[in-house]
T-cell receptor
Framework: SQQGEEDPQALSIQEGENATMNCSYK?????LQWYRQNSGRGLVHLIL?????REKHSGRLRVTLDTSKKSSSLLITASRAADTASYFC??????????FGAGTRLFVKA | DTGVSQDPRHKITKRGQNVTFRCDPI?????LYWYRQTLGQGPEFLTY????????KSRLLSDRFSAERPKGSFSTLEIQRTEQGDSAMYLC???????????FGNGTRLTVT
């Protein structure tokens, strides 16, 4: 497996605004997963998008995947203070190992 | 599904002491992972079990680290002769299949003084 690189490293927005985070990777993937981590807690799986999918929605989350550009984005709409967390992408090339980058730290101001 | 549980949640130890952490994965998950995370970084892969077999161990894991998963159920991670650089959050995760989502516990925060 390979490591995704999240961008930006940190993002600060007002409650109600949308937050967009990006992930880039280097080689072909089977799927790409996004995780959230609240301070002092474990990671929580948010969404998995397969390589043959271009967009996926889950509640206020929208994930896109562009395999030609080897990139993905996570959009959180109408953000809330409770969305304050670190977000990680995990591109999966097959195999068991999931490797994480440094993540994007999102801060939503109330 | 009670989730992945880790024990203890916090451990403070003096340099040179041994510590052991426990992870109970989701019962039907045969894959179990250990990660280490330091402040401001993403989790770093340490080791992986499929059932009771330890299939990969990261080069990050020095000889002072050992992990076991007897009978393919719970797992333990032991650190011998702890050093201040071992201070980190140790996360355990489990999954049902290869490439399927990981389910994480809330970690054990180790502080070595």
């Amino acid at each position: 497996s390979q490591q995704g690189e999240e961008d930006p490293q940190a993002l600060s927005i007002q409650e109600g605004e949308n937050a967009t985070m990006n992930c880039s990777y280097k080689t072909s993937i089977n799927n790409l997963q996004w995780y959230r981590q609240n301070s002092g807690r474990g990671l929580v799986h948010l969404i998995l998008i397969r390589s043959n999918e271009r967009e996926k929605h889950s509640g206020r989350l929208r994930v896109t995947l562009d395999t030609s550009k080897k990139s993905s984005s996570l959009l959180i709409t109408a953000s809330r203070a409770a969305d304050t967390a670190s977000y990680f992408c995990a591109p999966n090339t097959g195999g068991f190992k999931t490797i994480f980058g440094a993540g994007t730290r999102l801060f939503v101001k109330a | 599904d009670t989730g992945v549980s880790q024990d203890p949640r916090h451990k403070i130890t003096k340099r040179g002491q041994n510590v052991t952490f426990r992870c109970d994965p989701i019962s039907e998950h045969n894959r179990l992972y250990w990660y280490r995370q330091t402040l401001g970084q993403g989790p770093e892969f340490l080791t992986y079990f499929q059932n009771e077999a330890q299939l990969e161990k990261s080069r990050l894991l020095s000889d002072r680290f050992s992990a076991e998963r007897p009978k393919g159920s719970f797992s333990t991670l032991e650190i011998q002769r702890t050093e201040q650089g071992d201070s980190a959050m140790y996360l355990c995760a489990s999954s049902l299949e290869e490439a399927s989502p990981l389910h994480f516990g809330n970690g054990t925060r180790l502080t070595v003084t």
